[in-house]
């Protein structure tokens, strides 16, 4: 898939952009610590290029703070399209400034920042709405447009089908449009709040708010990774009156109880949908996945995905459909990327359900509001998603060991060279040959 992808996207050509991924090198020569992709299950930990300011507004991070998500699962197994040998994941980092272009005003070396997963023109109409994740200037990637008739801002570290930007498991990234795509953070706040500002956090909270849970909602939520466990807490904080919460993996399922949720093993029941009515008769009134589509549930799907009949699988989608009530609300914020058959139409159209895909959530509309109202007030700590914190050095053991859920690993605080020592209540640092067994 990955060589037919970039032979099509490389006879389309690139589509222009006010930024270009490519980096400039260090004059020194000298190299950085990075995780790369060389293929399906092929992750390392390579000495890359520190790179350069590249174009006027950059700025050079040097990383503090860097993260595994779900979503760099379907990198790993070579879900998405266009990854390139060599290309450095990560889109999820936080740092200190390293280096500023000389249009830069807004930030000085030595500045703590959180960098957002997309990469934001600031100028845009979308970006003008605080949409970011939707800016039109900065992914030239012509095999996304043709797929989707419009293309997503650039991301960081998630292959050239957005744009093929060097990512942020690394000790150095260049951060392109720096006085946009950065967000200062005081000092008061520590690094392992900080970092899950760059994407799980803004994309928990608008999973919930674009779907529009309201006070005395009853939520469904399939999936209870960091996402899924996010979405809980910002749906109480929202008003919602009951919280059903659907997965498979007992600590997973242990900790939405502890939070007040009630929860479904979907391992153990034989019709998800029908549990949820007997549980909230009528149905719910907003269901959210905030799970993977890389892990079909039945024999079918497993056959199609393996045949390559379909990219994605619409199991958890159809649940939805049929347990929300009529008129009922369902959101997307699971990544989904391609094709999938079977999807459940005639319930969709026949129960007026709103069918909501949330899009790649859009940081910048959020960043500052969550940190201002919720980390800084104490009434979001982020520091419980956060299982195990490792050094970059062991970022492809993680790889395996996350893909695979060894050792009850969930979010993950990875440490450079660079870090600060664990905040108060934050995991301490170990190896994953510790405890991935």
């Known amino acids: ?60 991070v040097k990383v503090t703070g860097t993260t595994i998500c779900g979503s760099d699962l379907h990198l790993y197994h070579g879900e998405i399209m266009a990854l390139q040998k060599g290309d450095i994941l990560g889109h999820e980092f936080m740092g200190v400034v390293d280096r500023i272009g000389p249009n830069v005003k807004n930030f000085t070396v030595g500045q703590r920042v959180v960098a957002s997963f997309q990469i934001a023109c600031g100028k845009c109409r979308y970006c003008k709405e605080g949409l970011s994740s939707f800016c039109d200037n900065t992914n030239n990637s012509t095999l996304q447009n043709y797929m989707y008739g419009t293309r997503d801002a650039g991301f960081f570290g998630y292959s050239h089908f957005t744009g093929g930007f060097p990512g942020g498991q690394a000790e150095y990234v260049r951060v392109p449009l720096g006085e946009v795509n950065l967000l200062a953070i005081p000092n008061d706040v520590s690094d392992e709040e900080a970092l899950y500002l760059s994407d799980v956090l803004p994309t928990s909270y608008h999973c919930v708010v674009d779907t529009g849970v309201q006070e005395g909602d009853t939520v469904g939520i399939w999936g209870l990774g ?21 997965d498979h993996v007992p600590e997973r399922l242990q900790r939405a109880k502890e939070q007040g949720c009630e929860v479904i093993d979907f391992s153990m029941v034989k019709d998800v949908s029908q549990k949820v009515h007997e549980m909230v008769p009528g149905g719910l009134d907003v269901a959210l996945d905030c799970g993977t589509f890389h892990e079909p549930k039945s024999l079918l799907h ?91 050095e062991d970022m492809a053991k993680l790889y395996a060991a996350f893909d ?20 108060d209540g934050a995991p301490k640092l170990s190896r994953v040959d510790d405890w991935a067994r």
């Not at 930024?19 to 060389?38: I, N």
């Not at 459909?321 to 914020?333: A, D, E, N, P, T």
């Not at 359900?353 to 509001?369: L, M």
């Not at 695979?404 to 664990?422: A, L, Y």
Request: some cysteine.
């Open 1 to 60: 898939m990955q060589a037919a992808a970039n032979i099509i996207q490389s006879q389309l050509g690139k589509l222009p952009t006010v930024v270009q991924p490519e980096y400039k090198h260090r004059q020194d020569g000298s190299t950085m610590k990075a995780l790369a992709w060389f293929g399906a299950t092929d992750v390392r930990v390579i000495d890359a290029p520190i790179p350069d300011i590249t174009e006027p507004d950059d700025v050079i």
């Open 226 to 246: 960091p996402i899924g466990q996010c979405c809980s807490r910002w749906a109480k904080l929202k008003g919602a009156s009951r919280i059903i919460a659907i």
């Open 302 to 392: 497993k056959g199609m995905k393996m045949l390559m009949l379909e990219t994605d699988v619409p199991e958890t989608a159809n649940e939805m459909i049929m347990s929300v009530r009529k008129m009922g609300r369902c959101g997307l914020i699971a990544a989904y990327a391609g094709f999938t058959n079977g999807f459940n139409i005639g319930a969709l159209m026949e129960k007026g359900v709103r069918f909501i895909g949330n899009g790649q959530a859009p940081v910048h509309k959020y960043w500052k509001e969550i940190l201002n109202d919720y980390i800084m007030t104490g009434k979001f700590d982020p520091k419980f998603m956060i299982s195990h914190r490792v050094p970059l």
């Open 404 to 423: 695979k859920r060894m050792g009850g690993v969930e979010k993950v605080f990875v440490e450079t060279q660079f870090s600060s020592p664990p905040s």
